[in-house]
């Protein structure tokens, strides 16, 4: 579930200023008096320090009488996911995200594809490429294929194997990674190429499209999804 807190905290929305003594509201820039007093944070009765993106720890501050925490640094502190969206000036809260073990179709299957084919390994389905058998994933056939998926803007990034699929014709063709309708990157798979891991920056986007152009009769595979 995404919680969107917009103007969250005065404060507490960017730690490089908290340590300046300015904070941020309504886009104003204001000199506070804040207080430093040791404040201690624990989750679930231990002692936790808060650090910001960079893994600087950040200490809270009490201001008129309320005691302010960073942002990501409680968040992370409580097992959320965290992005700052400068242009609405938005903080994102994620929990319940796909645990590291779970296959991404499970979670996010896609909702419209185009000479689009699965294989999941709970069913012995599997597909080979380079020689090797591959499986939780899927192929695109022909020129045009494509798969659209509802990111739901959860993940900074998606990572695959991908490769010709062994047995059908290898022809050169170029797949196109698109989010929330631009071109984040466009992948060249050449006819004598080996399956190869690659990671696609999606940035929380909420709409991934990913199409497979020329090679009109090539089949391309996408095995072992993985998101962060």
């Not at 012995?124 to 499986?135: A, D, L, R, T, V």
């Not at 990157?185 to 990913?210: C, F, H, M, W």
Request: aromatic fraction near 12%; proline fraction near 3%.
């Amino acid at each position: 579930m995404k919680l969107n807190l917009r103007s969250f905290m005065a404060g507490a929305l960017a730690a490089t200023v908290l340590s300046c003594g300015m904070a941020y509201a309504k886009s104003r820039v204001e000199t506070i008096n804040a207080t430093y007093d040791n404040i201690k944070v624990y989750v679930d009765n231990v002692l936790t320090e808060l650090k910001d993106a960079n893994g600087a720890v950040i200490e809270p501050f009490i201001y008129n009488g309320t005691t302010y925490l960073p942002v990501r640094g409680t968040a992370q502190a409580a097992g959320m996911q965290v992005t700052w969206d400068g242009a609405s000036k938005s903080v994102y809260l994620w929990k319940n995200l796909m645990p590291d073990s779970a296959k991404f179709l499970d979670y996010c299957p896609p909702y419209q594809t185009s000479n689009y084919k699965e294989f999941r390994s709970t069913k012995g389905e599997s597909f080979n490429m380079s020689g090797k058998k591959y499986s939780d994933g899927f192929t695109l056939t022909y020129g045009g294929s494509y798969a659209l998926f509802n990111l739901d803007g959860k993940y900074s990034s998606i990572n695959f194997t991908v490769g010709h699929v062994d047995g059908s014709r290898a022809l050169d063709r170029t797949v196109s990674f698109i989010v929330d309708g631009d071109v984040v990157r466009e992948l060249e798979i050449n006819s004598d190429d080996l399956a190869k891991t690659v990671s696609i920056p999606v940035e929380y986007g909420l709409q991934l499209k990913i199409l497979a152009n020329g090679g009109s009769t090539a089949n391309t595979g996408f095995a072992d999804i993985t998101v962060e």
